[in-house]
């Protein structure tokens, strides 16, 4: 059976993707098309409409290979497990929509709609994927769900409550990645630093990362969304004095606002924050942040898009993406007063990009002439005849950036250089590899 799936929206739905292949990995060949395909999947994400849109596109484009081919098409995921009985109706191109609450039986479910010889099991396991990851990396999906309830957010509707998997469950996971050559572990979660709140009756990231870092090999830990009313003075000095984690501190803020934190439901403050910050740049100078904003919020007005701006102008965040405010039924933001245009969200959007651009490309100058070690090969651009990397300070997602490199002799997939940075944009550096 020659399988095509196509995941979209976030690493924390590729990791479900990853599982899905599992289940079906002994009876399947995955496919680089459609057209070649007997069975088409698509898992969604739902979490804002874009999301939505680009989903039922994808949807509707798969469906013109289901008709070409008589394959099978199934969806999955956030779109599926929130709208299911709406889009049943809407898409009956579709054979199966398979919810999110339904990965259980994810096994007997295909066996009712797959003609095959072969019975699939129903392993829906992070111990049983067919992983989607080069070699070098992986994404260690920690706990699903969310014990928050922003106000804009809509990913406890689709994903429930807060779900942690044990520690022993996820240093097994971890052994066997770095046992198969992974150098970066990339933790994910709706929320990392809740990590075991529901099974311990405390916050219990440190427990994870203290067996994690005990572990042998050569290996490094990237911890992703981080809430920042959690980042604990503990975990902080233990992140620092770990050489195996990566001083890397994805925060999002989504404001700087009291007026607006507050409307999100948001744990913190902008004193909390502004503290978080000059506590991170101060104990560990060298350390990376990322953060996410949100603009266009109910309420917001000039005066807290020019404060959030002067913000980001003060504490110079390394990374930083930005969305405008997406209306989700069945939210608490549904409560509020709506006034603010799409076209005035985008304008203000446009303007703290922009103002981000300019703080961007003037920490990347200030590389010029440095030296980074331990950067990684992730690719070749065939246009430029240089390498590409990344390095402590670049997630493996698009929203970093990333390092052209010349090289004299050929490189290696996730062979790890030094790289002298010689030239630098907002969003990548350029340079030349080194002894």
Not at 341 to 367: D, F, G
Not at 384 to 394: G, Q
């Amino acid at each position: 059976m020659k399988l095509y799936m196509q995941s979209l929206g976030c690493v924390k739905n590729q990791v479900d993707s990853e599982m899905i292949l599992g289940v079906m990995k002994e009876a399947s060949e995955l496919v680089a098309t459609p057209d070649e395909a007997d069975v088409i999947i698509i898992n969604t994400c739902a979490f804002i409409e874009p999301a939505r849109k680009e989903a039922i596109d994808t949807i509707l484009e798969m469906a013109q290979y289901k008709a070409l081919n008589n394959s099978k098409l199934i969806v999955c995921g956030c779109l599926a497990q929130r709208y299911k009985k709406e889009i049943s109706e809407l898409l009956p191109e579709v054979d199966r929509f398979i919810t999110i609450d339904e990965y259980g039986q994810i096994g007997s479910i295909l066996n009712s709609v797959i003609e095959s010889d072969y019975h699939f099991n129903n392993d829906f396991s992070p111990l049983n994927k067919l992983v989607s990851t080069p070699n070098y990396m992986r994404y260690i999906k920690i706990s699903e769900g969310c014990r928050n309830r922003c106000a804009f957010c809509a990913i406890p509707l689709i994903r429930g409550k807060l779900k942690s998997r044990t520690i022993e469950d996820i240093v097994f996971e971890v052994k066997e990645a770095i046992a198969a050559g992974a150098y970066e572990i990339n933790l994910i979660s709706q929320d990392t630093t809740a990590y075991g709140y529901d099974l311990y009756k405390r916050f219990a990231l440190i427990d994870l990362l203290k067996e994690l870092v005990k572990l042998d090999g050569d290996f490094k830990i990237r911890l992703l969304y981080l809430y920042p009313e959690l980042v604990t003075d503990e975990l902080l000095s233990f992140i620092k004095k770990s050489p195996k984690i990566y001083k890397y501190f994805d925060i999002p803020i989504q404001h700087s606002e009291d007026k607006i934190l507050n409307a999100m439901h948001r744990r913190s403050n902008k004193k909390l924050i502004t503290e978080l910050i000059a506590k991170i740049r101060r104990e560990i100078p060298n350390a990376t942040l990322r953060t996410t904003l949100m603009v266009g919020f109910p309420y917001e007005e000039e005066e807290d898009v020019a404060n959030l701006i002067a913000f980001i102008k003060e504490f110079q965040f390394d990374h930083l993406g930005a969305f405008c405010f997406s209306l989700e039924e069945n939210t608490y933001a549904c409560n509020y007063p709506n006034v603010i245009s799409e076209a005035e969200k985008v304008r203000r959007y446009e303007l703290l990009m922009e103002a981000q651009m300019t703080i961007a490309q003037a920490l990347k100058k200030a590389k010029l002439g440095t030296i980074i070690k331990d950067a990684f090969i992730i690719g070749y651009d065939e246009e430029s005849y240089m390498y590409i990397a990344r390095s402590e300070e670049f997630a493996p997602d698009e929203i970093d950036g990333c390092i052209y490199v010349a090289a004299k002799n050929e490189l290696a997939l996730g062979q790890r250089i030094n790289v002298k940075i010689l030239d630098a944009d907002s969003y990548t550096l350029t340079g030349e590899q080194v002894e």
